[in-house]
């Protein structure tokens, strides 16, 4: 209900007012009643939206079915008053329940007030959004929720500009959705605020930032963070007037002022919706009664005048006097209201405790019913340690996942070794120890990527078709006619990126596709990567398949944390509630000097995993990628070899129908004497390597690994080193980069390790990065001479007199 109390009866208004008091006094009970849970030891940690009641319900007022959040964790309120969740379910956030029919937010993976809409159902099938109110799924990182605002509101964008989206109608209602952001004073001091804000007032989209101003950035105040003291006076520059073509609408209202919020909400979402126009709410006067979070306590860093100051301007006290000065309310019903309000959340607490720890109960004592079983009488069983381990557990005042699996696991030390016997006590707890770890997994790693039938993984391959008019043509041409397919055949696929869109790609990729499609799906973009990727996790989120372009990989390190923090983790810290199928493009590898080199894989496979990370060797492969992740829903990086796109390939016939296998080697060259192993544009020069060592009878089998992650799923390299029994490893990462990670995978944990008759070795680029130009390239990267050098002394060791010493 909209606050214009003037299309409302007395009676109306003063119901809805006194509704509201009551959400913003149960929410605070919340907060207190959850600081004592957690310094009392029944939860681990908590961060609460103490203070900040009064604006987010006004907020609320204007949040529709369809419409977005991406906020932060002090938002309980607006989550609460929109309908979004209930007290119980915020303590068992709170309690860490990982049970997704009780804490359907995040399942136990992210910790409290981290909120996220179940979109997507069991099936990976998209809900209809358009029903719903959605929040996309929390991560702490301050201001890290930023970057995908602005795909969020750009998607309301498209669907209301583009006639090709009209039939999604389950994603959006002519584009009338607002997202909604929000964010504590301090964080606007992160660059990421300021490249949201910056790309939102370019490109005119329905997005409202509103920022929590309490003073302070934990005991940090905001004399020390932004200039003028005051966020709204720093992006004054930022503010749109009535002739200009961008820029914000930018308002100002008090955190307590109950009245002049709902006002201000009113009419700055009003516009927002209506023209497609940013808006920034900056709330001033805001209070943290609790402090940062249960860490610490704002009283060592507040003064008393100032504390003093909080109380007399908490934003209940406030509106609890204005209700009474209006005569809304009297005080007795505003006594009785904060009494219910306080009982309502007890109760909720304590079911939700009940319910969390009644599951621990259940599965210590069928633990201990296997365990305290007489029929096991062997002589070797050391009784009175597992009594002990026993008792403890039963005693366990801190009951968890954690104490009663590291009990099993003890106990089963203390039975006899040599025990095969079927229905054994041991073999009973070595079964239930298996389901507990099974039963973990599902819990807390399960759905790192999609498992459903969209997994990119379940794409059945399509092999490149050729025939007797298939003409050889730059490799560049191969992918522009590929794109020219995919943007014919599926109206939700957009691009964009730096030189993206008019110049179609700085390789000519995208020659002639804005002009055939339209630069809003073929669109350029100012140079902040940060949010490239952010606007693409927002409209993988509203159900659009993004292609994100990073014009070269160095660039990536720009928005690495929010590749790794938010788009890697969506499904993963949403227990499968949530998917953002974005594919980020870019290309790599052997340019010129230390930051366009483009071979930093180590560095970002092991911070992205939960996205698929491609590195073909050439366009066709590259085509063939793009093509199998959009029959998917997982999210990838695909690095396009920098020197390949004047290369000459063969054309396929079967443009934009041919699709390569994700986790798929492909062995290029066979060979009996050693394994070489590499990827991307490493392939060619180990392909001049192999034709190098061929000449003096050495025969290696090449094998262009495809994907990083995934890696070599079928073990194709450990069934080619039981053939050679020798391996190289060969990229032009750092040395320990991603070699080494090739070289765990197939010696450790394929267990090729066994099939060796030598050491694996490692060929690698130097510690450093790249020195400029030919020279520079040729001593700080690996060539083809050092591949030889390797394979070559490896094949010494075997047989010295048919390969005596080169040095």
Request: glycine letters at 8%; a negative charge.
């Amino acid at each position: 209900m909209s606050f214009e109390a003037n299309e409302l009866s007395f009676a109306e208004f003063k119901n809805e007012v006194i509704a509201d008091y009551k959400i913003a006094c149960v929410s605070r009970n919340m907060s207190l009643l959850a600081r004592k849970e957690v310094l009392g030891g029944k939860a681990k940690f908590g961060i609460f939206g103490d203070g900040k009641e009064i604006p987010q319900i006004a907020m609320a007022k204007q949040f529709k079915k369809g419409d977005w959040r991406s906020g932060y964790y002090r938002d309980q309120t607006f989550i609460l008053a929109a309908g979004m969740m209930t007290p119980k379910e915020f303590f068992a956030q709170l309690y860490g329940e990982t049970r997704t029919e009780l804490n359907p937010d995040n399942g136990g993976r992210s910790f409290n007030n981290h909120f996220g809409t179940r979109t997507i159902d069991e099936k990976g099938e998209w809900k209809r959004l358009t029903d719903m109110k959605c929040t996309s799924s929390d991560i702490s990182p301050t201001a890290g929720q930023m970057p995908r605002l602005v795909g969020l509101a750009m998607a309301s964008k498209l669907y209301r500009n583009n006639p090709g989206l009209k039939e999604f109608d389950q994603f959006s209602i002519n584009g009338n959705e607002v997202a909604f952001g929000t964010i504590g004073d301090a964080s606007t001091s992160e660059g990421h605020f300021f490249e949201t804000l910056n790309a939102a007032g370019v490109l005119q989209i329905p997005m409202a930032v509103s920022v929590w101003d309490d003073g302070y950035g934990i005991s940090v105040p905001k004399k020390f963070q932004t200039t003028k003291e005051s966020i709204s006076k720093a992006l004054k520059g930022f503010e749109k007037g009535p002739k200009d073509k961008t820029g914000m609408l930018i308002y100002n209202a008090r955190g307590w002022d109950y009245a002049g919020l709902c006002q201000m909400y009113e009419e700055g979402i009003r516009r927002c919706r209506e023209e497609h126009v940013p808006v920034l709410f900056h709330v001033e006067e805001l209070t943290q009664p609790v402090g940062h979070s249960t860490s610490g306590s704002h009283e060592r860093y507040k003064s008393s005048e100032r504390l003093q100051w909080e109380k007399d301007y908490d934003g209940l006290v406030q509106m609890r006097q204005w209700m009474i000065e209006s005569k809304l309310a009297t005080i007795e019903e505003l006594d009785a209201i904060e009494e219910d309000a306080v009982i309502e959340v007890k109760t909720a607490q304590k079911e939700a405790f009940k319910e969390f720890n009644d599951a621990f109960k259940a599965e210590r004592q069928e633990l201990l019913d296997i365990i305290t079983q007489k029929n096991c009488v062997c002589n070797e069983i050391k009784q009175d340690k597992i009594d002990g381990i026993v008792q403890q557990l039963k005693t366990s005042l801190s009951l968890n996942r954690k104490e009663i699996l590291s009990a099993a696991r003890k106990v089963l030390r203390h039975y006899c070794a040599a025990c095969e016997k079927p229905n054994s006590m041991k073999a009973q707890l070595k079964a239930w120890v298996k389901k507990y770890f099974d039963q973990g997994w599902e819990n807390y790693s399960k759905w790192l990527y999609s498992e459903d039938d969209y997994s990119a993984l379940k794409v059945t391959p399509v092999p490149p078709a050729f025939d007797g008019e298939s003409s050889t043509v730059p490799g560049r041409e191969i992918l522009r006619d590929n794109f020219d397919h995919i943007f014919a055949n599926n109206p939700r696929v957009v691009t964009f990126g730096e030189d993206t869109g008019f110049l179609g790609g700085v390789n000519q990729t995208l020659e002639g596709m804005q002009e055939k499609y339209g630069d809003l799906r073929v669109r350029d973009t100012g140079i902040r990567e940060t949010t490239i990727l952010g606007k693409g996790i927002g409209m993988a989120l509203r159900g659009l398949r993004p292609i994100a372009e990073i014009q070269y990989f160095d660039y990536l390190l720009y928005a690495l944390q929010t590749m790794s923090d938010d788009l890697a983790t969506t499904r993963y810290r949403t227990k499968n509630g949530q998917k953002a199928p974005l594919i980020v493009r870019t290309r790599g590898h052997r340019l010129e000097g230390i930051w366009h080199s483009g071979s930093p894989l180590s560095m970002v496979i092991n911070s992205i995993r939960g996205v698929y990370v491609c590195v073909p060797r050439d366009m066709t492969r590259a085509a063939g990628f793009y093509n199998t992740l959009l029959s998917a829903d997982d999210p990838a990086l695909v690095i396009e070899p920098l020197n390949g796109y004047r290369l000459r390939e063969k054309r396929p016939s079967n443009i934009g129908e041919f699709k390569v296998p994700l986790g798929v080697p492909e062995i290029i060259e066979e060979g009996k004497d050693v394994t070489l192993v590499t990827y991307g544009s490493c392939v060619r020069i180990a392909q001049d390597a192999v034709k190098q060592l061929a000449d003096i009878g050495v025969s290696v089998e090449l094998i262009d690994v495809q994907t990083l992650l995934p890696f070599d799923t079928n073990k194709v390299i450990l069934e080619s080193i039981k053939k050679t029994n020798r391996v190289v490893f060969f990229d032009e990462d750092v040395p320990g980069g991603a070699t080494a990670y090739m070289m765990h995978k197939v010696v450790e944990e394929h267990g090729a390790f066994y099939h060796l008759d030598a050491s694996p070795k490692t060929v690698t680029a130097k510690d450093h990065r790249p020195a400029y130009g030919t020279d520079g390239d040729y001593f700080s990267n690996p060539n083809a001479e050092d591949v030889y050098e390797a394979i070559y002394a490896l094949m010494a060791e075997f047989d010295p007199k048919r390969f005596p010493a080169i040095y």
